[in-house]
């Protein structure tokens, strides 16, 4: 079945540090394929999405493009701060509208130090 | 704009109690999706509603049941609760058009003691 594969965490970064979570899917098809981030105490919340192969999602300085030939979408921010403490969840769906259930990877807990 | 909105947010149960989830989508979605989200664990789907009628089903247990009603709220119904079902309860919507993404709901944390 489709499923997603995320780096394990936890990542710990210094603030201003480069970040990269690593994400690959396994699915059938062309899926759309979603970041979403959980703060502490909190729901999901959207980060970016891509639908298509070579497709870059952009949001609050992170970027992840949509490889369809490495079957990937790693999560990159050139700059973390303290307040991108959180959990990563990479996601994937085949988008087409009503029923379409999203699959997630483990999460990857990501703490910024000052 | 109008979110997703998910009641209660806390619930604290015994063991054999029942508890009643409610879901409120973002207006004009017509899907909503529950999901399970255990402790350090990654959200895991429960079961799916498109146009108030059951569109998928993932590792939802039988003591669960869930419906969609004609003004699209969703209600999640847990009977015979087990300490194990103590969890983050997600409820998320989407709109009819493709390739939608799914928006989420702030979560019912339920405690079974």
């Known amino acids: ?10 990542v710990t970064l210094s603030e201003e540090a480069f970040l990269t979570i690593n994400c690959t899917y396994t699915a ?4 759309s394929l979603f970041w979403y981030v959980q703060y502490p105490g909190e729901g999901l919340q959207l980060l970016l999405k891509a639908t298509k192969a070579d497709d870059k999602g952009s949001n609050k300085g992170f970027e992840a493009t949509y490889r369809k030939e490495t079957t990937s ?38 703490t910024v130090n000052p | 704009a109008a ?4 009641s209660p947010r806390h619930l604290i149960k015994e063991k054999r109690e029942t508890a009643t989830l409610k879901c409120y989508p973002i207006p004009r979605h017509d899907t909503v999706y529950w999901y399970q989200q255990g402790p350090g664990q990654d959200p895991q789907f429960l079961i ?15 003591r669960f049941s869930a419906q969609q009603f004609s003004d699209y709220h969703s209600e999640l119904n847990m009977s015979s609760l087990e300490l194990g079902d103590s969890a983050l309860y997600f409820c998320a ?21």
């Open chain 2, 48 to 62: 799916s509603f498109y146009e108030k009628m059951q569109s998928d089903k993932g590792s939802i247990p039988d």
């Open chain 1, 73 to 110: 979408f790693h999560l990159e921010k050139g700059s973390v701060q303290v307040s991108d403490s959180a959990v990563y969840f990479c996601a994937l769906n085949f988008g087409q509208g009503g029923s379409e259930k999203l699959v997630f990877g483990k999460g990857t807990k990501l």
């Open chain 1, 1 to 10: 079945g489709d499923s997603v594969t995320q780096m394990e965490g936890p």
């Open chain 1, 28 to 31: 059938t098809g062309y899926p």
């Open chain 2, 3 to 6: 979110g997703v909105i998910q």
């Open chain 2, 93 to 113: 919507s989407s709109a009819p058009t493709g390739y939608t993404e799914a928006f989420f709901g702030q979560g019912t944390r339920l405690t079974v003691v």
